[in-house]
């Protein structure tokens, strides 16, 4: 009984920092990181949607999702941070236009022809990286902080198979990074 009264002290802990956490997150003012979103959504136009590195069918990007993560940060109400985090409100306009275009209008303020969205059955924990990582850099800067972090990763764990001596592992897990399985 110990272990499960443990078990849930810890979840609520969990919760409640993670909440406090995407509050302070909010907090941050749009204008600070405007300049980085309008950055950022020159870089995935000029990109596309579907952008592929090198053309290759498996380095594929989902742009889309980005820039609708983007959108989010950039459509926060940092007056009303609680309500912010738990609407996690995006913006669109008609079908004819793109998220960009939506995002790029919500960040010059301009509200007029784009309708808030709030998508509440999900946490929006990302926020919690992506908006501090637009406060000091644009998505091209991010998407190099995630590829570093990745290898680094990847580098760990090579370096704990090869001491472990989990060949089969290591075999695998160099054939998924390579995209070759």
């Given at each position: 009984m110990n272990h499960v009264i443990k078990i849930f002290s810890i979840t609520v802990l969990m919760v409640v920092s993670f909440f406090f956490l995407s509050i302070l997150t909010v907090m941050i003012p749009k204008e600070t990181i405007k300049i980085h979103v309008q950055e950022s959504m020159d870089i995935i136009e000029k990109e596309g949607l579907k952008y592929r590195i090198g053309d290759i069918f498996f380095f594929?990007?989902?742009?889309?999702?980005?820039?609708?993560?983007?959108?989010?940060?950039?459509?926060?109400?940092?007056?009303?941070?609680?309500?912010s985090v738990i609407q996690n409100t995006y913006y669109l306009q008609n079908e004819n236009s793109s998220?960009?275009?939506?995002?790029?209008?919500?960040?010059?303020?301009?509200?007029?022809?784009?309708?808030?969205?709030?998508?509440?059955?999900?946490?929006?924990?990302?926020?919690?990286?992506?908006?501090?990582?637009?406060?000091?850099?644009?998505?091209?800067?991010?998407?190099?902080?995630?590829?570093?972090?990745?290898?680094?990763?990847?580098?760990?764990?090579?370096?704990?198979?090869?001491?472990?001596?989990?060949?089969?592992?290591?075999?695998?897990?160099?054939?998924?990074?390579?995209?070759?399985?």
């Open positions: 594929r990007l989902d742009n889309f999702t980005d820039a609708l993560m983007i959108n989010i940060a950039m459509g926060v109400n940092d007056s009303q941070p609680v309500k998220i960009i275009k939506a995002t790029r209008d919500i960040a010059d303020e301009n509200y007029q022809g784009v309708y808030a969205v709030p998508y509440p059955r999900y946490w929006h924990g990302y926020q919690v990286i992506l908006r501090p990582l637009l406060y000091v850099t644009n998505y091209k800067g991010i998407r190099m902080i995630n590829g570093c972090c990745f290898v680094s990763l990847l580098c760990i764990i090579f370096a704990f198979l090869i001491k472990r001596r989990e060949w089969q592992l290591l075999v695998t897990l160099t054939l998924v990074s390579l995209k070759i399985i």
